[in-house]
């Protein structure tokens, strides 16, 4: 198979601030496993859910690919040590500050032939943080997650999310 470069549409994971405010900005956490099982995303899903108290929301890339994501909104600095504390595999190490001084983006669109991302599942936490409503209404209507449960209904907050389009390898 050849690669091309081709055009891709994500968003990213901040929601409010100056993207050059970095360490004042709000984001959710987004995390992508590529060719990882899918037992193993959802046991890395609970825990990351457990430990953090966020929500977690598993959607399947592509064969073996997935998207993790909250949308909980998270000071910068959290949202990059949940990230940092994800294990990629069951043997491999937790690595901290994986994402230090970068934004995190996610594939929201087609990719040549592979569709969106589509919903799993979710682990739900208590209302310990507020919600992205314009986060959550982009991934419902693209990804078909399910609506939320009944105890979000104050925790919404308006935010402004930013799309990225970008190059990618892709296999044709």
Same mark, same amino acid.
């Not at 919600?131 to 419902?140: G, L, P, T």
């Not at 919404?156 to 390898?169: A, D, G, M």
């Given at each position: ?6 055009? /891709? #549409? ?11 405010? %970095? ?14 099982? *899918? +037992?193993? /995303? ?6 990351? @859910? ?6 977690? *929301? ?5 064969? %073996?690919?997935? @998207? ?8 910068? %600095?959290?949202?990059? +040590? ?13 690595? #901290?500050?994986? #994402? ?6 996610? %594939? ?10 589509? *919903? ?19 991934? +419902? !209507? ?8 009944? @105890? ?9 999310? *930013? #799309? !990225? ?8």
């Amino acid at each position: 198979m050849q690669q091309n470069k081709i055009r /891709v #549409f994500g968003i990213t994971s901040l929601c409010s601030t100056d993207p050059k405010q %970095r360490y004042g900005s709000e984001h959710l956490f987004f995390f992508e496993f590529d060719n990882i099982d *899918y +037992k193993f /995303v959802i046991e890395e899903s609970e825990r990351i @859910h457990n430990r953090f108290s966020i929500d977690i *929301y598993v959607l399947q890339s592509s064969e %073996r690919n997935y @998207h993790i994501l909250t949308f909980d909104i998270l000071p910068y %600095r959290l949202a990059n +040590k949940i990230g940092g504390n994800i294990r990629l595999e069951s043997d491999y190490p937790i690595i #901290f500050e994986r #994402f230090i001084d970068c934004f995190l983006t996610l %594939r929201i669109w087609l990719k040549g032939k592979k569709q969106p991302p589509n *919903y799993l599942t979710r682990f739900i936490s208590p209302n310990k943080f507020k919600k992205s409503f314009e986060h959550y209404e982009i991934y +419902k !209507v693209l990804c078909d997650i399910p609506k939320p449960p009944p @105890h979000y209904k104050d925790c919404w907050q308006h935010t402004k999310p *930013y #799309f !990225v389009s970008y190059l990618s390898n892709h296999n044709i």
